[in-house]
């Protein structure tokens, strides 16, 4: 069975003050893993897709980047406008649905 | 315009009312997916669709039934809606393929009393 786990579940950091999520993942034959940004009360929005180990993509403040068995979701001098939750999730062999892990809720104090 | 909309946005209704949450998308995706959001328990799948002729059930499926009335519109029924059923819904669509990204709609807000 493919699962996803996040961590941390929450994070806290001050303006400028650089991090990273994990997710760790199993999976039988990965098709991608995705990040996607969530604000409270909206859709998940798609942000990156990792297809397979050693890969790394940017985006403004984010980097992520996938082993075979997690991905990192790197935030470099963070502002407050990345306070969101961050979702990870997973695509396997064949026709099965993604797989979500449950979230880092991370807050970026100014 | 949204490639992914969601109608209605906010629902209040009571116990035992049926309810239907629509879906439509021009993103072309032959792939649509109905998911619930609770507080720390995550996105969880209710039914997903490859094409018009295909419907699955997902990890929650019990209490909730879905049309897909053409390639762009899916639409969720709650044929009795109880409390526990308070979430907030989200459709989502997908290419399949190669590439397997999931594009989610804004979401609808439903609240049994």
């Known amino acids: 069975e493919d699962q996803v786990t996040q961590s941390p579940e929450a994070l806290r950091l001050q303006e400028g003050e650089s991090s990273s999520l994990n997710c760790s993942y199993t999976v039988s034959g990965l098709r991608g893993l995705f990040w996607y940004r969530q604000d409270p009360g909206k859709g998940p929005e798609f942000l990156f897709t990792l297809y397979s180990a050693g890969e790394e993509k940017e985006k403004e403040r984010l980097k992520a980047t996938l082993t075979k068995k997690e991905s990192f979701l790197h935030i470099t001098a963070p502002k407050p406008e990345d306070s969101a939750t961050y979702l990870c999730a997973v695509g396997g062999r064949g026709n099965t649905p993604l797989v979500f892990g449950k979230g880092t809720r991370l807050s970026v104090i100014a | 315009d949204a490639d992914v909309t969601q109608t209605p946005r906010n629902r209040i209704t009571k116990t035992g009312k049926r309810i239907m949450l629509e879906c439509s998308q021009t993103k072309g995706h032959d792939r649509m997916y109905w998911y619930r959001q609770d507080p720390g328990l995550g996105l969880r799948l209710i039914y997903y669709?490859?094409?018009?002729?295909?419907?699955n059930k997902g990890e929650i499926s019990d209490g909730y039934s879905v049309s897909r009335q053409a390639q762009a519109k899916f639409s969720l029924s709650l044929e009795s809606a109880i409390p526990n059923q308070t979430a907030l819904y989200f459709c989502a669509t997908g290419s399949g393929g190669l590439y397997n990204e999931q594009f989610f709609g804004p979401g609808t807000r439903l609240t049994v009393l």
């Open positions: 669709s490859f094409d018009v002729k295909d419907i």
